[in-house]
Each structure stands twice: as C-alpha cells, then as structure tokens.
C-alpha cells in the first residue's frame, strides 16, 4: 500500500500537470544507498534533495546518490555564504523529513540546483515525500520543472 505523504505529493503534482507513479517499497529508502539497493539500481541514479540556506533563503541542491555536496563550491557559485540546513528548518521549508524530500512540488517555489552529473543517466530516482516511497524521472525533465540551474556540485 502506497504510503498517504507519497499519495498526497502525487495530488499535489497532479495539480500542477504533473504525472508521477510513487512506488512504494517494503523496506526504507532513507539513504541513498538503501534506495539503490532497495530498487535494484546504481546509487549514482538516486537523487538526493538537500536543503541548504544561501545568505538565509532556502535553497535545494539534487545530487547524484554518491556524490557529498561541496559547500564551498555552493558559494563560490552563488556569491553568499551557504550552510546546510538542519531537519527542523528543512520539515518546515519542504514539509517532508530528511530521507523523503522530494525534489520539487513543495509548499513554496524554490531555488534549485542540480548536480550535473544527473543529467548523464537516462533515470533518475527520488523520494516522494516518505522515506520508503519513490518515483522515477527523466533528470532533464526534472531540471525543467524545478527550474534548476545545472552546475557541478561536489
């Protein structure tokens, strides 16, 4: 049975002419590495969403499954200090808990970047909104509704 949080995200993008197919899995996907397992799959093909503050906005960085997200690299890019946001702050920002973040169709728009090496793979993976429910992407296409900017990020 489809978890209700991944049922809900799927409404919310349905809304929003998005379609998506939760898969729901029996054991958690909280990790990158249990999600590649659990699916079958490379963990370079799971999208973790990780939420960062940039000069106090929030701001979501997708990254390739193996991939550690270089802050540094962040604030070069951006021209503002970046630090990692803490699980209060991204629950309140995203309405999911760290391990089921999606990578869009949150609360409020938000400011996206994309790990570039995403955009190698023909499909990605990513929560929806739990930490054992899933769904598969083109990782262009996920770029296009997120609005990302595509750069190198670890």
Known sequence: M???????????LAGR????????MDESTHTAQQAADALGCGVEAIVKSLLFEADGQPL???ASGPNRVDVSLLA???????????AKRVKIVTGSSIGGVPPLGHPDALRTIIDETLLELPIVWAAAASATSVFSIEPHRLAELTDATVARVS
Request: hydrophobic share 45%; charged share 25%.
């Open 2 to 12: 489809t978890d209700p949080r991944a049922l809900a995200f799927q409404a919310r």
């Open 17 to 24: 002419g998005i379609t998506i197919e939760p898969r729901e």
């Open 60 to 62: 979501l960085v997708l």
């Open 76 to 86: 070069e890019l951006l021209g503002v200090p970046v630090t990692k946001a803490d």
